[in-house]
């Protein structure tokens, strides 16, 4: 399956949510004013004799509603409902009205406005993770425990092999056995090994140790995962800080790329993580994940118009290869339901 089916298809309860919301709007209102005169259905002499002739009926004209106040409020509204954040509803509602107030308008011109300022905002984020001749390029994975950090990981390693890169991954979040175990698990699916230390053991000498592996093996990214107690903040700062310090010790570039992993199913929540870690580390890109089975995909548009972060990669699935980089156009599509 291609990767925008499969976004179209995943992206559905998101998609449904603003679809089903912009279809209310127009319809209903439209439904209350009975007098209104209903606008024509496309060219209807040439489809009305094509469909006679082939026996097809005709399109039945879309309800339309003038856009006033109040129609844009409930956009506004629904549109916050939409995690797509208060200010940037009221900037994505804003300029669907420019040229368009007082014009009756239908549910599928509302909805390409919708995707054409939803692609706008996104376009200049979507960038792929980029691969620099560095060696080994560092790739610290940060982000709460739970958001995806190892799934994506995984997924990533599988597929920077695919592109013919040698990849060591570093399980540098010692604390959990568990997450070690599946970070295990993902490199050998991906075929890429995977840097182990003790439970409990210093994650920054696992760095240290996956930094000279990866150098000894002339491997061309070394991906980090960290751990991601943000309710100890401060100890996570810390342990965060020391292994910059000591890869910094081999290569004082590094890291060159500091990933935070979000889950979309959070909500506004995402924008407070992407705070507390960009307090924490300097954030260079995100990967938005879970996108699948949310209702909350507009929150992707609120991140990218609040910080600019650069979006890596969406994952929409657990399988490897559920992770695909981030085409503004057809997300906006799918999330609007087009
Ligand atoms: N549906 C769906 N599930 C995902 C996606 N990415 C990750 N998951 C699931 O989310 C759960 C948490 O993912 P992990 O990769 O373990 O998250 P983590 O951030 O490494 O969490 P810790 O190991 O607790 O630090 C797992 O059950 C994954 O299968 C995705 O894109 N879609």
């Known amino acids: 399956m291609s990767f925008f089916s499969k976004l179209r298809e995943r992206l559905t309860k998101s998609s449904s949510k603003i679809g089903a919301g912009l279809d209310d709007i127009v319809a209903e209102a439209a439904a209350a ?80 406005a919708l995707a054409d300022e939803i692609t706008r905002i996104m376009a200049p984020v979507a960038r792929p993770l980029p691969l620099y001749p560095k060696k080994p390029q560092v790739v610290l994975v940060v982000g709460v425990n739970g958001s995806g950090k190892t799934t994506t990981i995984g997924k990533l390693a599988s597929q920077l092999r695919a592109a013919g890169k040698t990849v060591v991954i570093a399980a540098c979040d010692t604390f959990r056995a568990a997450a070690v175990e599946q970070l295990q698990v993902w490199g050998s699916r991906a075929g890429v090994p995977v840097l182990v230390a003790p439970q409990g053991s210093d994650p920054a000498s696992l760095a240290y140790d996956a930094m000279v592996r990866a150098e000894a093996e002339s491997a061309d990214l ?117």
């Open 33 to 112: 004013e009975p007098s209104a005169p209903s606008a024509p259905a496309p060219e209807p002499e040439r489809q009305g004799l094509m469909g006679r002739l082939l026996g097809r009926e005709t399109t039945p004209a879309e309800p339309r509603r003038e856009l006033d106040d109040a129609m844009l409020e409930e956009l506004e509204d629904m549109l916050i409902a939409a995690d797509m954040g208060t200010e940037t509803a009221l900037r994505v509602t804003a300029n669907i009205a420019e040229g368009r107030m007082g014009r009756r308008i239908g549910a599928t011109e509302l909805k390409q």
């Open 222 to 338: 070394l991906l980090i995962d960290t751990a991601g107690r943000l309710q100890n903040r401060a100890d996570l700062m810390e342990e965060l800080a020391k292994i910059v310090r000591v890869i910094r010790k081999k290569d004082e570039t590094a890291p060159h790329n500091t990933l935070l992993v979000l889950d979309a199913t959070t909500g506004q929540n995402a924008l407070s993580q992407v705070e507390a870690f960009r307090r924490m580390a300097d954030v260079s890109g995100l990967v938005m994940t879970k996108l699948d089975g949310t209702a909350r995909g507009g929150v992707l548009v609120a991140l990218a118009d609040s910080y600019g972060l650069p979006i890596h990669a969406i994952g929409v699935g657990e399988q490897i290869d559920d992770l695909d980089a981030f085409a503004p156009d057809e997300f906006a599509r799918a999330l609007v339901g087009l």
